[in-house]
């Protein structure tokens, strides 16, 4: 045994490797258990942070191609309603015989697009702003598109078509001019040039470092947009990181994955659809450019994993409690987001490490769960068949709209539809036929409106019209003889025509407006009214106060006109 005169020297040396006092041994203990906590920690931190480093590129790189597909969006759209008011020109000058001074002068065409041409309803080409061009070599490849038109009375986008004349590549749009009675006389076909860098401009800027880059292409797979401008109008499978993906993205997935591309290197993939066309955008990321930071972390917290290693362990174990403090103070943070007890500014949103993306993700998720409540809220007020107000809306706009007749004193008018003879329609040609008239009904509702009127779908074949400032009987007589004349031309399903009526009951009422109820119990009985007299005509009901100021007692004009 020692001798205790000697403990001193005892406890501060022998022969074996680890100390022989009990402070020793267990700071020796601490030491490795530290030395094992930190090469566990590292290894488990190093792969949080790589897939949460990968999920937040995946999700950067998705963000960015949604912006990307938001400008071509507007693009597109732009070009639209280029294409709308130019043809809304044209209709303007039907039969003064110069559409070639309103293609040559309108302003913006010759930066929109490529070459704009007219056509009748043959495919022949009546002016054009270059001459023609590519519009006349493509006419036929785009044929359907221009068919399509016509029938639809509508614009459209055509798929990529082979420009010969210049060996490049284009996209057709089209856009119907319609003659007074509303049938369509000419059809205006304008050309985007796929090499046009100001279209795709956006897309170059957004390319990902310095070796990544986005390609665009339609869901028939035909390459619309690519940096190698060979690959125009080729197939888009060549281009595949994963081929799984890009079958998944044709049939209208969108979204990020990774794999190897046709040369062998892992990189990220992502696709977005663009909204209107069957239009795709994606992305390749090199792996190695995406990780390069991570990696290089990677390699750093090994180094500093066996120095930590050496500290005592104490400090070890203090330091630990610091590095983690963050995380449990986020956990801590979400919790009380979700339980609604603290904002979404709690979370440290501009931490430039990983608390900071794991805080951003979790608002990034926040403020899309909050879109699709706004989206969800949307769709309870809109009849899904007819894109119409249902009666949700109806009840909260009718009573907005009269608590604003009674403030700026100013009339208004409700107008009760139905479609004649509507069950018998269902029984004769079943109930597509049925949604179909409906859709249609709806859609010529839409397009005879004022700004200042709004449509509602109530219920069944029952919709609704309320006009502000549509105070005499007079004006509610054109507007239900206008509405009549459109809903008398024909409807179509199945390619055959379907003759459609309907009866029309108007409550008109100048300031003061009486109760929201009245105006309904009035328009409705017109509309009986006019069933009653044979349907396929309109009822118009007209109400007025006494001048008196303080009388409060409604006198009713009666005055039915039945068509």
């Not at 957004?206 to 665009?216: K, S």
């Amino acid at each position: 045994m020692c001798d205790p005169r000697r403990s001193r020297g005892c406890l501060s040396g022998g022969d074996g490797i680890f100390p022989k006092t009990l402070k020793g041994r267990l700071t020796a203990a601490v030491t490795a258990l530290v030395a094992v906590a930190c090469v566990l920690v590292a290894a488990v931190v190093l792969d949080v942070a790589y897939r949460e480093m990968r999920e937040s590129t995946g999700r950067q790189q998705y963000a960015m191609l949604a912006s990307a597909a938001a400008h071509l969006e507007s693009e597109l759209d732009s070009r639209r309603m280029l294409l709308r008011t130019v043809a809304e020109a044209l209709a303007a000058q039907a039969g003064r015989g110069r559409p070639h001074e309103v293609l040559a002068h309108h302003p913006g065409l010759r930066s929109a697009f490529a070459d704009l041409a007219l056509m009748d309803a043959e495919g022949r080409v009546l002016a054009s702003q270059r001459g023609g061009g590519y519009l006349q070599g493509a006419r036929f490849a785009a044929a359907t598109c221009f068919q399509k038109t016509l029938r639809e009375g509508r614009g459209l986008v055509s798929e990529p078509v082979a420009d010969h004349s210049t060996g490049g590549a284009v996209v057709l749009m089209t856009e119907p001019v319609t003659d007074a009675a509303g049938r369509i006389a000419f059809v205006l076909c304008a050309g985007i040039d796929l090499r046009d860098s100001p279209f795709f401009a956006r897309l170059a800027r957004l390319r990902p470092d310095a070796t990544g880059h986005l390609f665009a292409f339609t869901r028939s797979g035909v390459t619309l947009y690519h940096r190698d401008r060979s690959r125009l109008l080729r197939g888009v499978e060549g281009e595949a990181v994963l081929e799984n993906s890009v079958r998944s993205a044709l049939r209208g997935w969108e979204g990020w994955a990774e794999g190897r591309d046709r040369d062998g290197a892992q990189s990220l993939v992502t696709y977005k659809q663009v909204r209107g066309v069957d239009w795709v955008l994606g992305s390749v990321f090199p792996a190695d450019e995406a990780f390069a930071g991570i990696a290089k972390a990677r390699r750093h917290a090994w180094l500093w994993a066996a120095g930590i290693a050496l500290l005592a362990g104490a400090i070890g174990w203090v330091t630990m409690l610091v590095l983690l403090k963050p995380l449990r103070a986020l956990r801590r943070h979400v919790h009380a987001v979700e339980r609604e007890e603290a904002g979404i500014e709690v979370l440290e949103l501009d931490r430039e490490d990983e608390v900071g993306a794991l805080g951003r993700a979790f608002h990034a998720l926040s403020l899309k769960r909050q879109r699709a409540e706004q989206q969800l809220k949307e769709l309870c007020l809109t009849d899904p068949l007819t894109g119409l107000g249902n009666r949700r809306q109806f009840d909260h706009d009718v009573a907005l709209l009269a608590e604003q007749a009674a403030r700026y004193r100013f009339g208004m008018a409700i107008a009760f539809l139905d479609v004649d003879c509507f069950k018998a329609i269902n029984d004769t040609y079943g109930h597509a036929a049925g949604d179909a008239v409906l859709r249609e009904f709806g859609r010529r509702l839409r397009g005879l409106t004022r700004p200042t009127d709004r449509s509602y779908r109530l219920a069944g074949d029952e919709f609704v019209i309320v006009s502000e400032r549509l105070e005499t009987a007079e004006n509610a007589r054109r507007f239900a003889a206008k509405i009549l004349r459109a809903i008398r031309r024909p409807f179509e399903f199945e390619g055959a025509p379907l003759i459609v009526t309907t009866s029309i009951g108007i409550a008109v009422s100048r300031f003061p407006v009486p109760l929201t109820s009245d105006l309904l119990q009035h328009a409705d009985a017109a509309l009986y009214r006019t069933k009653r007299a044979g349907r396929d005509g309109y009822t118009v009901k007209e109400l007025s106060t006494p001048q008196a100021p303080c009388s409060t007692e409604v006198a009713l004009r009666y005055r039915p006109t039945v068509q």
